[in-house]
Each structure stands twice: as C-alpha cells, then as structure tokens.
C-alpha cells in the first residue's frame, strides 16, 4: 500500500471511529435540552405548588425549585422504578444528581406533605440521557395516595405539543377515579376544568395559547423573528375527599408550540414541486437517434 | 400458471418491505417508546421525525453529540476531558458491533429511504420512463459529494454550531436536509416536515433545500437508480468500516470478467469497479450489499456474499438464467415473446 493510500486509510478510520463515538455515546443525550424547563424564578400563572426545573444545565445533575410548597426532601423514582430515593431541599431548591445506569430516561420527581387532614402531593418528570427500560413502569407506580400521571411521556424528539392530546390517569390509592374534575392551567394563561371518564383518564387538549401562535394556527403570518420553538409549563391539579381526609394533587411539565409553528407548508410544497420539475427532463424518452 | 421462486431479489424485497413497516410504523403496533428503545442502534435513515417511527437514525445524535457535547464542551472547558470521553468509549464498543456485524447492507436491505427509492423505481420500469446509468467518469464525479456531506454537515457545522461560530439551525445541518425527514414522515401521516420554517433565515434555506431535495429525488428515483444513496453520508460513515465488516462482497478474478460487465449493469449504484476489479477493490465504497451483481454474475462462485466464513449468497449458471427470465439486469422486466414480434420493443433505456 502505499504511503499516501495508507494515509488515506488512518485518515478515514480516525474519522470514523470519531464519528462512531460521538454518535452512540449517550445518544439520548441530546434531548436534554428539549427537557428543561423554561420556568421562571417567579410564577404568577397559577396558585397551584409546582416542581420547576432549573433553566442552568449542569451535567450530570437538574436543578429543580419548589414554588408554593415547604418540604425538607423530595423523592426521585428512575424510568426502571428498582429503587427510589430522597433528595434534602435546601433553600426551597434541590439538585438531583443522576446515577446513571441503566434506569431509563425519564425520572419522575415529588413530594407529599401532610398537614392535619391535608395530604397534597406535587410532582413532575425529567429526564437524564440514561439508557434503559420506557418510563411505563415509573408512571404505572402509585407514588401518592392521589396520584395524576401521564399515560405516556413523549419520546425523544417529541413534546406535549399545542394542539395535540394527551391522557393522564387520576387514581386513589390505585384505583382509577372516575368523573373527577382535573384543573388544567398552563404558564400562557388557559384555565379548563375537565374530567375523567369512567377509566380515571383525562383528555388534556394543549392550546395554541403562546403570544403568537394564535395567529399562526389560523394561518395568518407566522412571525418571523420569533424562537423557534417556545415552550411553557403546565399544571394539573386533582382534589378527592376521603375518609376525612382531603387529597389535593398536583402534576406540573411543559408543553411547546404546534407543528405549524412558525412553519409555512404552502412554501415547502413549493419547492418540492420545483426539485420535481427540476428532474422531470430525466423522464423524457431518448429520441430515435439521439438523446434524450 | 406461473411457478414463484425465492431469488435473492425477492428474499431481500421481502426484508425490506417488512423493515420499512416497522421502521416507519414500528411505534404504532410495538409501543409508544419503542424508538426510546431501538434508537440509534440502525444504522439507517430512520427518521426520528417520524412521529410512530421505531429506530431513529444514528445521524441525529452524532450530529447533537458534536454540537452539543463535544463543541459546546471544548468551548467549556478548553479543551478535552475524560470525563467527556470516557462515555463516547463505552457506547462507541456498542455502536461499532453494528457497523461490524452487517455494515452496508442496512444501506441496501434495511434503510426505509432506500427502500422507497427502490419502490419508485419499480414504478418507474412500470410506467416505461427511461433509466439513466452513470458512467465511470460520472461516478467517480458523484462519489465525492458524500464524504462531504458526511464531513461538512454531519460533522463540521454541528460541531462549529457547538463551538457557537455557526447558527445554532446547523447543531442537525444534515437533518435540516434530509430527504428522509420529509418522506418517511409523510408515509406517517404527517407533513408538518414538509413545511419550512420561517423562523430564521438559515431555517429557512435549510427548509428550502430539504423540500427540493424530496421533490428532485422522486421524481429522479422513476429514471436514475437510488438518486439519494449516491449522496447520503450514511453511505460514506459505512464505507470507513466496510473493510472491518463482518458480512462483505466477495469477488475473485475470471477470465471471462472482461467480455461480460453485466454485474455493473445490474448494479443500482453503476459501480464499475465490481466488473473491473477483484479481491477487495471490488468491495466498493459505494457498495450497499444489495447483491444484485452476485445475482446476475453468468459465472459460478465468482461474486458472493459472506458474513464472517459463512457464504450467504454465491453466484451460479444456473440461478443467471431463472434470474434474467423474471427481471433483467437493469431492473426492467423481459419483454413477452409474441407472434406479431412487435413485444420487444426497446423500453426507451439509454445510459
């Protein structure tokens, strides 16, 4: 081989394996951001106690804040649920670390106080870029008397978008609530009321509320200039009176803009029909005797 | 009554038909998290944009991973660390047994893009457009665009967006172009990857050329056999692995070679090295195993695919013959034989 072959050789191997390595390390990894929470250390949208995590990005930890809630620690379930544990709240703020492992993505966060005849549970999910088993598990977990859960996280890539729906599970001591209202109040300022079928499921439909979605939605200009893709927090909230003890719930994640957000198909479908006309002449026939 | 027999083609027909379900639709049938699952192990253009897909292709995290974790880090840190290698170490072992195990024939039995470029061709032959092969010159033109698609956008602008000298849209510069993004989203349902985006400038070009890629591409897959894979960088990422893979193409010198050439004739990726080399040469960088020369090579046990020591598919006389009766070399059916002897009209191939 010769020298310049073989440089030729090492060169595209080191870029490879470079490539190789990136590409697999964690490659959940890259979700992380999509995962964070866009809150603020002041939250004027709802009276509900909220879970926040931190805007900072630190690896290997999250940062979450306690809004409207005195507790001395929370506790962590990972996505394969083995082993919980509790993390000491320091200032209103807590900083989980992640154990890494295989426990799967998704974590879920929460703490439950009990005053008197009140028994109020916050809780959120996040997300460390773990491989391991789906979150099924961890949302199937009763983790408090009255527990508010997803039936399903989004998957990597994904997120509670504005106009789509998602199910969340109300249950009492494990058992699906039936017909119970749900508050649903989100950072843009919607207010709903819903309730559960007979299967303890409720049917959030995430609103196209962001400043300048309302617009878009409709298919007015999609303002240019804007981020690409917003996102706000959201709250549920549960209450269910029992064996004279009140139960109060509280589940709180984030929700994005919709797929058309800031998006024009008219012009995508514009310039697929001018690459199809660009190749048409490849279709043409070859004349007799001469090309096509 | 005619009488099926299970060829080479049809066996990876079959294989392809079934990963292009389950890759597109996989989420659907198999479980909500199931790409949370599979993901990044394929490699293949699998569109994790794709919102019940079942894999996503490995492009998208090494594109995140550059941006993000190695750019942004050095950035960071100033350099490297081994606390930010040491990971990169352990999932590459995973990754590169994939990569070493079948190498290039995700390219030709698994990719669901490759797999609908195929489709379209078929129609193509259907509807009687012309077919179009590159000569060596041509080829060797063409070849070069996919190491820079694989440098430039998978690699060198994720990782200048991470070093904050690029636009942040160029963090997935070659998922903002990616053909896949928008066909197997569409073959979901789903033409929110149709839409460009207006929200930036940058946004907005990649939006651009990522529509007109699709639109040029369907259209190019009726006359031009597997227009995108000549290009795509996942082609490329596999070529720097092909001589460690385990299942490769194996070709050994015949004399009756230089009459014949009609393994490049078959080839979906007019590789003429498969008709004028042998030996390792003759596994080329383009190559997507698909084994088409293999089966239309006239010669016994001159071109075969292995995978380790065992022989997965051998050329013979005999399988040639059966073969050019059901399909020709070129991927256009044998024109009927009839009495008027007006059937075998040429169907309009130039090259």
């Known amino acids: 081989m010769e020298i310049r072959q073989r440089f030729k050789f090492i060169a595209a191997l080191l870029l490879g394996l470079f490539m190789t390595a990136g590409a697999q390390a964690n490659t959940n990894d890259h979700s992380h951001h999509q995962h964070m929470n866009h809150n603020s250390p002041v939250i004027n949208w709802t009276e509900a106690p ?102 399903k996280l989004p998957r990597e890539h994904q997120h509670f978008r504005a106009g789509e729906n998602w199910d969340f599970l109300v249950r009492l001591n494990g058992n ?82 919709g797929a058309f957000y800031n998006k024009n198909l008219a012009l995508g479908i514009g310039f697929a029909l001018f690459g199809m006309i660009t190749a048409a002449p490849l279709l043409r026939k070859a004349k007799k005797g001469g090309k096509a | 009554m005619k009488s099926f027999s299970m060829t080479l083609g049809r066996f990876r027909l079959t294989v392809q038909l079934i990963m292009l379900v389950t890759l597109l639709y996989g989420a659907t049938v198999m479980g909500h998290y199931l790409s949370d699952m599979v993901s990044n192990a394929l490699p293949a253009l699998s569109c994790a944009y794709d919102p019940v897909a079942s894999d996503y292709c490995v492009l998208i995290p090494t594109q995140h991973q550059l941006n993000h974790r190695v750019g942004e880090a050095i950035v960071r840190m100033q350099g490297f660390a081994f606390s930010m290698l040491l990971p990169l170490l352990f999932t590459f072992i995973n990754f590169f047994i994939l990569f070493v195990i079948f190498n290039k024939a995700f390219c030709g039995w698994i990719c669901p893009l490759g797999t609908i470029q195929e489709l379209i061709f078929r129609l193509g032959r259907f509807l009687g457009r012309p077919l179009h092969n590159l000569k060596p010159h041509q080829t060797g033109k063409v070849r070069p665009i996919k190491w820079l698609m694989l440098v430039g956008l998978v690699m060198a602008l994720p990782l200048m967006a991470g070093f904050g000298v690029a636009p942040h849209e160029a963090g997935d510069a070659f998922c903002q172009v990616c053909p896949s993004r928008i066909i197997t989203s569409m073959a979901a349902g789903s ?34 056999r597997q227009p995108f894979c000549r290009i795509c960088p996942m082609l490329s990422l596999h070529a720097v692995f092909r001589r460690f893979s385990l299942t490769r193409l194996v070709k050994v010198q015949n004399d009756h070679c230089d009459k014949c050439g009609i393994c490049t004739k078959a080839c979906p990726m007019d590789i003429p090295e498969i008709w004028k080399e042998h030996g390792p040469k003759a596994f080329n960088e383009d190559c997507t195993l698909c084994g088409k020369c293999a089966e239309y090579c006239p010669q016994d046990s001159v071109i075969s695919i292995k995978t380790g020591p065992f022989t997965v598919f051998k050329s013979s006389r005999d399988y040639y013959k059966k073969r050019v009766k059901q399909v020709k070399p070129n991927g256009s059916k044998p024109a009927a034989k009839s009495k008027t002897g007006r059937a075998s009209r040429a169907k309009g191939e130039n090259t």
């Open chain 2, 191 to 224: 033409t929110e990857q149709l839409a460009v985006s207006t929200s930036s400038v940058t946004d907005t070009i990649f939006g651009a050329i990522r529509a007109f890629l699709v639109g040029f591409i369907v259209i190019a897959a009726l006359a031009i």
């Open chain 1, 50 to 151: 909220l879970l926040t995590e931190d805007k900072k990005r630190a690896r290997g930890f999250k940062g979450f804040t306690l809004h409207g809630v005195q507790a001395e620690e929370v506790t962590v379930y990972p996505g394969n649920t083995e082993e919980s544990w509790s993390v000491a709240v320091k200032d209103n703020a807590v900083k989980v670390k992640n154990r890494g492992g295989m426990k799967g993505g998704y974590h879920w966060i929460g703490t439950v106080s009990e005053q008197e005849n009140l028994i109020r549970s916050v809780s959120s999910a996040f997300y460390f870029p773990n491989p391991g088993p789906a979150p099924r598990d961890m949302l199937s977990l009763q983790k408090s008397a009255l527990d508010i859960s997803p039936m």
């Open chain 1, 176 to 257: 699906p609530v039936a017909n119970i209202p749900v508050i649903f109040e989100t950072e843009n300022k919607t207010r709903k009321i819903l309730k559960t079928n007979q299967g303890g499921v409720v049917s959030i439909p995430f609103p196209y509320d962001f400043p300048e979605e309302s617009e878009s939605a409709e298919g007015h200009d999609q303002g240019h200039g804007h981020a690409r893709r917003k996102k706000a927090g959201f709250v549920l909230t549960v209450e269910q009176e029992t064996d004279n003890k009140q139960f109060i719930s509280h589940f709180n994640f984030h929700y994005t803009t």
